[in-house]
C-alpha cells in the first residue's frame, strides 16, 4: 500500500468546504426590471485585507503560516496495513477561498521514498476530486524538497504544494472558483509557510 493516504482524508475536507462555499455564495436572483444595479462591493473580504491576516502555528505540527482567520482543526487516527497514521487537517473558508493545511504521521515502522510519496499525494488529491492537473513541478522550499501543482475541477481551482519533512508530508492547498483573482491569497498563504524544527 502507498503512503498517500494523506490525500483521501485531505480531499473530503476540502471537497465539502468547497460544497458548502458554493451553496452559501450565490447571489440572490434579482427581479426583473430595465436596468440591473451594480453588485455592492464587499466593505472587507478577508482573503483580500492584509490586515486580517494572523501568523498561525502549530506546535505539534511544527509550522507556521499566515492565513485571514483561525482554521478549523481536525484530527484523524487510521489503522491500516502499513500501521496505523494520523492526519492533522486546517481548514478555513471564506467567501472567496478555501485555504487548507495538512500533514500525516506514518507509524515508525512504514518507510517510503520521498518523490514516490510527492507524486502519490499529488496524483491521489486529483483523482479524488475528479480533476484534471493542469501543471506540476518540483521544486525546492526553504530547502525541502516539495511538488508545486495545479489541478481543475468543475468550476474549481485547486493550487497545491506537497512538502516532504523527514518522515512526514504537508499538504497546502488554496481553493478558488474560477474566474477569483487568487493572487494575493496565494502567495501571501504559501510564502509564509514555514515549517520549524
Given at each position: ?5 494523506v ?12 460544497n458548502?462555499?458554493e451553496?452559501?455564495?450565490r ?9 440591473t ?22 506546535e ?11 482554521p ?9 496495513n ?8 486546517f ?13 500525516v504521521d ?15 499525494n499529488?496524483?491521489?488529491?486529483v ?12 521544486v525546492?522550499?526553504d ?7 495545479t ?7 485547486f493550487?497545491a ?15 478558488s472558483?474560477?474566474?477569483v ?9 504559501f ?7
Amino acid at each position: 500500500m502507498k503512503g498517500f493516504l494523506v490525500a483521501l482524508v485531505i480531499t473530503l475536507a476540502l471537497s465539502a468546504s468547497i460544497n458548502a462555499q458554493e451553496h452559501t455564495n450565490r447571489p440572490p436572483k434579482l427581479p426583473p426590471s430595465t436596468s440591473t444595479p451594480a453588485p455592492a462591493a464587499p466593505a472587507e473580504t478577508p482573503g483580500l485585507n492584509p490586515n486580517a491576516w494572523a501568523k498561525f502555528t502549530s506546535e505539534e505540527g511544527r509550522f507556521s503560516v499566515f492565513i485571514p482567520g483561525t482554521p478549523k482543526d481536525q484530527v484523524q487516527t487510521t489503522p491500516s496495513n502499513i500501521g496505523p497514521y494520523t492526519t492533522h487537517l486546517f481548514t478555513l473558508r471564506n467567501p472567496r477561498h478555501v485555504f487548507l493545511i495538512g500533514y500525516v504521521d506514518y507509524d515508525p515502522s512504514f518507510n517510503f521514498n520521498p518523490q514516490a510519496e510527492l507524486d502519490a499525494n499529488r496524483d491521489q488529491f486529483v483523482k479524488n476530486l475528479k480533476a484534471t492537473l493542469v501543471t506540476s513541478r518540483n521544486v525546492k522550499v526553504d530547502g525541502y524538497s516539495a511538488l508545486e501543482f495545479t489541478a481543475v475541477a468543475d468550476e474549481r481551482i485547486f493550487k497545491a504544494r506537497v512538502y516532504i519533512v523527514g518522515r512526514r508530508p504537508y499538504l497546502i492547498v488554496l481553493g478558488s472558483q474560477k474566474g477569483v483573482d487568487d493572487t494575493f491569497a496565494l502567495n501571501r498563504f504559501f510564502s509564509s509557510f514555514k515549517i520549524t524544527r
